[in-house]
Structure formats: C-alpha cells, structure tokens
C-alpha cells in the first residue's frame, strides 16, 4: 500500500488547490458567456421576474394594511372580498410569470454550460503533447465534465434569484421604513453582525469548496486508471489493494463534501437565529406602538408578514453566494485549462505547406523532456524524400523522440527540424500534420464502426475508398468474414478484434490519408509472422513515394531500409544500409547477432 501511495501523490501532483482571492473580474469572465443571450432569453427573465417580485412585495399591503384596517375592522364584508379577489388575481399573475421565468433561465443556463464544455473542449485539443505528459486524462475529464456541471445551478437559478432576492430586499426595507421606521431600525440593526460574520466565513467556505473539486478529480482520476488497468490488476490479483487505494480516495471525497456542506449549514441557522431576533423585537415594541396608537393592527400584520419575507432573501443571498464560491473554485480550474498556451504555438503568419516532398533535415537539434533529462545531444540527420529510413537502438535511446519532433508534438531545445528547407516552427500545424500520418504498434481504435476507424484517415473518403484502402493492405479479407462487414459496430480499443486486426485497420487508416510522411512505431511488434508476410505487400504499397520513418525492435522488418541509423542514449552511433553496418560489425551488427542468436536459442 506505501507503494501505491507514493504513486499516487506522484500521479496528482499538478492537481493542486489554486489560491486565488474572490474576485468579481473572473466571475465577470465566467458571465461573458451570457452575451449571446443578453439581448433575446435575459430581457424576458428579467420582465418576468420584476412582475414575480412585485407581486410579492404588494400583497402584503392588501392583507395586513388594507384588509384589516379598511375592511375586516370596519366590517366592510364587500370590499373585503374585493381585496381577496385582487390577490388572488395578482397569484395567478405571479404563478404564470414564474413559469416563463424558470423556463427560460433553464434555456439560458444550458446554453451558457454547453458553450462553456465546447469552448473547453476546443481548447484541450489544441493544446500540446506536454499538457497531456503533465496530467491524467480522469483530471481532464473531471474539468470538462463536473467542473462544468457544478456551474450549472448559478446559472439556471442562482443569477436570476440574485436580481430577484436584491429588488425584494430593497423594496422590503422601503416598505418597512415607510409603515414604521422606529421599529424598522430595531429589526435591521443586527444587520451590521451578520455582514461580519458571513465575511469571516467567505474565505474558509471557498478553499473547501476548492478542496472538493481536487479530491473529486483525483477519484475520478483512479476510476479512469482503474478501468483501463482492469487486465493488468487482475492478472497481478491486487483487486483488494486497488479496492482499498479506492477507499482511501472515496473517503477523502467524502470528508471533503461534509466539510464543505457544513460550512455551507452554519449561514443558515445564523440567518433563521436574526429571523428569530426580529420577531422578538417586532412582537415586544410593535405590542407597544399599538397600544400607544402609534400603529395601527393592520400595519402590524403588513410588517410581521415584511418581516418573514426579508430574512427569507437573506437566506437565498447565502445560498446564492455559496453558489458562487462553487462557481468560483469551479470557474478557476476551468480558466486554469483555458489559459493553458501550446508549448508548440502556431506562428499568426505561419507558412501553408504546397506540394510537399517530404525531405526533412534535423540540424544540430537537442531536446530534453525536463531540465534533468536530455533525450537528444545534437542531432544532424536527413531523411531524404520517398526514403525509407530506419531508427533501431534501446528503449530510451531517442528513436520515438525523433518522430515526435518531425510532426512537431514538441519544439527542440536547441537546433531546427526542417520540411523541404522550411522551419516546421513556420508551417502551419494543421498542414504539416496532414502531411503525416502514424501507425502505432498500440492501435487506439474508435467506438464506432469499422468503416468509421478506417474513415478517420480521411473523413471526406467515400465507402468505395474506404473498402480499396483496405483490400490494399490486407485487410478486407478478415473485416468481409465479420457478420456486419465494415458495419461491425466496435467498442473503445477495439477489444472484439485481436491485436493483429487492429493493426491492420491501423494501416487501412494511414493509407487512406494518403500521407507524404509516414512514421511506422513498432507497427508490426504485434502481428505474428504469418500475418506480417501477409501485409508486407500492402506495405510496399503504403511505403512507395513517401518518407517513411520505421522504428522497430524486430530487425527483420527494416532490411531493405534506404538507412539504417543506430541510436543510444540521444545519439547517433551509426548509419547506413543493412549490407554496410553489417559489414562495420558496429553497434547495428552486434544488435542483430544477439537478436539471432535469441531466435535460436527460442526455437532450440
């Protein structure tokens, strides 16, 4: 369990709490994405919500002052039913302006959590390959769904009932002054207290809320680790030590929610305790100002009902404010990944790529992951146009950081990597990385169809080329023996299909992008010989006119490579076609005696 503990305070390490005081700059931010709406749903809430509110503040008037001191005292029975009507009329009002109110609030909030996810989202896969080595996808996610979600009821109740709840106080406290302004500045006066209490509570309520969202994205970080790793867990038997690693994440969870929700509880009872100051006041002094004549029965109905309704916004405004305070811990971790720039940034006058060739040169290029650790020490390489060129050498030699640079994932450090003599840096990314096509030895394939993962190659691809693509790499023979075809439906990573298929697929794909470029990592570590002798003439075919970079461990596979170059440790040892490093007896020589002699002894 020490064990999984020191990972996983590794694996969260850029899951922090963010500390940012409160300020109404960001919430302004967060409620630009209301703009589009300002002008055709907001004027219609807001109408809406005057004539909810306006309602409440005047009936009132009609029970206690109207009612009681010109009807039921002087038995005026008619105008007493008069007033019944007219309340119950302004009710009906009410009710009907109060649907329209929660219904396009509704419509608003949606609208502004849908373009809140689409701008994030857009975001995200924009950014660059070190956004992604620097974080779990489960903490992504966590962002674009829960983040967001948790926004959902400011917008759809928390903004309007703020509008709402600031015109009823004000025109509360108006009323309240107008009918008695003795008592009015006995009830109000503990008013200063409260202000001073719930300004105490603001920063402690906000950093729990904060610490929610952290702890929210660390489980749901686990679960999407987990669920990858199902395989991997059970075939190690660690499903208790996983359940228990769990628990302790789930129960950080669950502290952290109590925490906040109790921070949250201690307002209200403070708000109902001044509700219950006020009607003591208002009981013992109005008692007074009426048998003084001061104040009329009818005015003390009006200002006990005042009374209730003026703490009940008070209490509103604290929720509301706590839903602000989880907007804002919120609308941090969502800014946090909007304002995340691409280490790679496109240039504004970045250069459209035409006719490509495909030769690309690596000038005195260094590059390092971090400051501890360089995986290139000066690399000056050429991958000459329609060559085939082979990167071989041992886990962490540099080879698949190479590749990285060419579709430029990262910048180097030091040196350039060039495409027909122009700086990939100058390039517009779209148009280099259409250029480029990869064919990895761990295949990711799309819930969807086989059709739709071959597609992806080239989303404008008819059926027809689509079904070619395949027939030409091999793999039209087993999609055809399937029940649906190419309409087999698949799921996440292709599980109904084994390892080779999927490569295959993978090579369907990068034909039918067409690329100039193609960058082959292990492509065939995970098809069997039989299968392999299969597509090497579908790989001719893929091969032929473009630069093709292969890494591969199986040496077999890179014979007729036009270049062979040995790395180790960031740097070239060697280069050359197989006949020539077989005849230097260097590095290359040594790594294919020791692989050959490893398949005797396997087969020995």
């Given at each position: 369990m020490e064990q999984t503990k020191k990972r996983s305070r590794f694996h969260y390490s850029t899951e922090e709490i963010i500390e940012k005081p409160f300020n109404w700059s960001q919430m302004a931010r967060l409620f630009s994405y209301m703009k589009p709406y300002a002008w055709t749903l907001l004027p219609k809430t807001i109408f809406v919500m005057l004539i909810v509110t306006a309602v409440r503040i005047v009936v009132p008037i009609f029970i206690g002052v109207l009612a009681i001191d010109y009807?039921?005292?002087?038995?005026?029975?008619n105008l007493l039913y008069l007033f019944a009507g007219v309340v119950l009329g302004l009710y009906t009002i009410s009710w009907v302006a109060n649907v329209f109110r929660i219904r396009w609030m509704n419509e608003i909030g949606q609208h502004m959590i849908f373009d809140i996810r689409t701008a994030l989202f857009n975001h995200i896969q924009r950014l660059s390959h070190r956004f992604f080595d620097q974080r779990s996808g489960g903490s992504i996610l966590v962002r674009v769904i829960n983040d967001v979600n948790s926004m959902q009821?400011?917008?759809?109740?928390?903004?309007?009932?703020?509008?709402?709840?600031?015109?009823?106080?004000?025109?509360?406290?108006?009323i309240l002054f107008m009918l008695s302004p003795e008592l009015a500045v006995l009830i109000?006066?503990?008013?200063?207290?409260?202000?001073?209490?719930?300004t105490k509570l603001r920063r402690k309520i906000r950093r729990s809320w904060q610490t929610v969202r952290v702890r929210q994205s660390k489980m749901n970080s686990h679960l999407n680790e987990s669920i990858q790793g199902i395989r991997v867990t059970q075939a190690y038997a660690q499903e208790k030590e996983n359940m228990a690693f769990f628990?302790?994440?789930?129960?950080?969870?669950y502290e952290s929610w109590k925490h906040a929700t109790r921070m949250n509880a201690i307002f209200r009872p403070f708000v109902e305790m001044s509700s219950a100051v006020g009607a003591v006041v208002l009981i013992w002094y109005g008692t007074t100002l009426i048998q003084s004549g001061a104040l009329t029965i009818g005015v003390f109905v009006s200002f006990a009902f005042y009374l209730g309704m003026f703490w009940e916004p008070i209490s509103r405004l604290g929720q509301v404010y706590n839903q602000l305070l989880v907007g804002m811990a919120s609308s941090e971790r969502i800014f946090e990944f909007l304002d995340e720039q691409p280490s790679v940034p496109e240039k504004q006058n970045a250069k459209s790529l035409q006719d490509v060739n495909g030769k690309i040169v690596f000038e005195d290029v260094e590059f390092a992951y971090d400051e501890s650790r360089k995986a290139l020490h000066q690399i000056n390489l050429t991958f000459e146009a329609g060559q085939t060129i082979a990167l071989v050498g041992h886990t962490g030699s540099g080879k698949s950081t190479i590749v990285n640079l060419m579709s430029r994932f990262y910048d180097p450090t030091k040196g350039r990597v060039s495409l027909d003599g122009v700086d990939l840096r100058d390039i517009r990314l779209d148009d280099l990385r259409s250029n480029v096509s990869y064919v990895l030895q761990d295949t990711f394939?799309?819930?969807?169809?086989?059709?739709?993962?071959?597609?992806?190659?080239?989303?404008?691809?008819?059926?027809?080329?689509?079904?070619?693509?395949?027939?030409?790499?091999?793999?039209?023979?087993?999609?055809?023996?399937?029940?649906?075809?190419?309409?087999?439906?698949?799921?996440?990573?292709?599980?109904?299909?084994?390892?080779?298929?999927?490569?295959?697929?993978?090579?369907?794909?990068?034909?039918?992008?067409?690329?100039?470029?193609?960058?082959?990592?292990?492509?065939?570590?995970?098809?069997?010989?039989?299968?392999?002798?299969?597509?090497?003439?579908?790989?001719?075919?893929?091969?032929?006119?473009?630069?093709?970079?292969?890494?591969?461990?199986?040496?077999?596979?890179?014979?007729?490579?036009?270049?062979?170059?040995?790395?180790?440790?960031?740097?070239?040892?060697?280069?050359?076609?197989?006949?020539?490093?077989?005849?230097?007896?260097?590095?290359?020589?040594?790594?294919?005696?020791?692989?050959?002699?490893?398949?005797?002894?396997h087969s020995a």
């Open positions: 009807a039921i005292i002087p038995g005026d029975q009821d400011l917008f759809t109740n928390g903004v309007v009932n703020l509008l709402m709840d600031i015109v009823m106080l004000v025109g509360i406290v108006i109000l006066i503990v008013l200063p207290l409260m202000f001073f209490i719930s628990n302790n994440i789930n129960t950080d969870n394939i799309f819930a969807g169809t086989i059709m739709d993962n071959i597609r992806f190659g080239r989303p404008s691809a008819t059926d027809e080329e689509v079904i070619q693509a395949a027939k030409a790499i091999g793999a039209h023979e087993f999609i055809a023996k399937l029940e649906a075809g190419y309409e087999t439906e698949v799921e996440e990573k292709g599980n109904v299909l084994s390892v080779g298929e999927r490569q295959l697929l993978s090579f369907a794909r990068a034909l039918l992008a067409n690329p100039r470029i193609l960058i082959l990592d292990e492509a065939t570590a995970s098809i069997d010989t039989e299968t392999e002798l299969k597509v090497q003439e579908g790989l001719k075919k893929l091969l032929s006119g473009r630069t093709a970079v292969m890494i591969a461990h199986r040496l077999s596979t890179i014979r007729d490579a036009n270049k062979i170059v040995v790395l180790e440790q960031g740097n070239i040892l060697e280069a050359g076609t197989h006949k020539e490093l077989m005849e230097s007896q260097g590095a290359y020589y040594n790594l294919v005696k020791s692989q050959y002699a490893a398949m005797v002894d």
